[in-house]
């Protein structure tokens, strides 16, 4: 029979592991892939002790489940793959504001006007086309892939993905509502209704010649080349005419911290870490994403974004505009 003082010392080994330990977990609603995410959440688990649980999901599923539960809700942050959720999220006035050292840290272009939200990571909707296909060297743009001769041999992903809505959003922004609905329907027919779930596996149809191009967030292709260094592709930095309003799509992914956290001090130290310049370099050699801090470079093997012109297309935007692109892509028929 345990004596007292057993009990005594018992009962404040539970209240100090309840305290330090229980507490110490944060949970994250995650939209992007866990392989972008863990070796990052790993690290910082490993440098503060503060362990976190991710529950990943589509970026809008998981925005609807974090409205639905309101103040009930036990999520700490929110991460999302693209810039229109995390616009719609501060909107609904989802999202806490972030201490002004974590905002600063990171370019305006890249974070909420709002100061609730701040971008992680960038990416371009890039082309990819088989060094063995009759038409390289002649996709200079997304708008390419509409051409007749190419039916059945275009790659993309289905309507409902993400990085496919904001690219559209862009495009939209550049070449206009009707060209940008005539395009959907022409690569609607060139797919033949045969749309890819994962980017990993367009990249790959293309260089076993299964397909000659297509269209895919620039670190699937670079990872595959890391793999397979004589894969038979070329990266097509897409619509780069000098002239007129056109550049490559780009979106970012981001972290907010949910306005009804209870652990918003470990939610900080989460998204401070993520926003290092440690966390930054990470998304860069690791994931092969563009940094969205200006003081860390991206990987020395992908092209840098001064070496190319990007869309206009604001992060405002890509949210505002989010719900009128869906209904385009539903409209033509796009497989969603």
Do not use: C
């Not at 309101?70 to 942050?77: G, I």
């Not at 990993?200 to 297509?214: L, Y």
């Not at 440690?278 to 470079?297: C, H, L, S, W």
């Amino acid at each position: 029979m345990p004596t007292v003082r057993t009990t005594i010392l018992l009962s404040l080994l539970l209240s100090v592991f309840s305290s330090n330990t229980w507490s110490e977990e944060l949970l994250v609603y995650s939209g992007r892939k866990e392989k972008f995410v863990k070796p990052l959440i790993e690290e910082f688990t490993l440098q503060t002790g503060i362990n976190v649980k991710l529950v990943s999901d589509n970026s809008s599923t998981l925005l609807s489940r974090l409205s639905l539960e309101d103040r009930k809700t036990e999520v700490d942050l929110y991460i999302s793959n693209d810039a229109g959720n995390l616009h719609r999220g501060s909107i609904f006035g989802l999202f806490r504001k972030l201490p002004e050292d974590i905002s600063t840290s990171i370019p305006a272009e890249h974070r909420s006007i709002e100061n609730d939200w701040v971008g992680l990571s960038g990416r371009l909707r890039v082309l990819v086309v088989n060094n063995n296909s009759p038409f390289s060297g002649k996709i200079n743009s997304v708008f390419d892939m509409a051409k007749p001769e190419l039916k059945g041999r275009i790659g993309i992903t289905k309507g409902s993905n993400e990085s496919f809505i904001g690219g559209v959003t862009t495009y939209i922004g550049f070449a206009g509502k009707q060209q940008t609905s005539q395009w959907l329907s022409d690569i609607k027919v060139n797919t033949g209704d045969e749309v890819f779930k994962k980017h990993s596996k367009i990249v790959k149809a293309v260089a076993d010649g299964k397909k000659d191009v297509g269209l895919v967030n620039h670190y699937y292709a670079y990872r595959h080349l890391k793999k397979h260094p004589d894969a038979p592709f070329k990266i097509v930095i897409p619509d780069q005419k000098k002239t007129g309003n056109t550049g490559v799509a780009w979106n970012i992914a981001g972290i907010a911290i949910s306005k009804f956290t209870d652990n918003a001090e470990a939610a900080e130290k989460l998204v401070k870490f993520l926003t290092s310049k440690e966390g930054q370099k990470m998304f860069a050699q690791a994931n092969q994403e563009y940094p969205t801090r200006i003081d860390v470079p991206a990987a020395s093997h992908i092209t840098p974004f001064k070496d190319f012109k990007l869309a206009s297309t604001s992060i405002e935007e890509l949210g505002s505009q989010r719900e009128k692109t869906i209904w385009e892509i539903q409209r033509v028929g796009l497989q969603y």
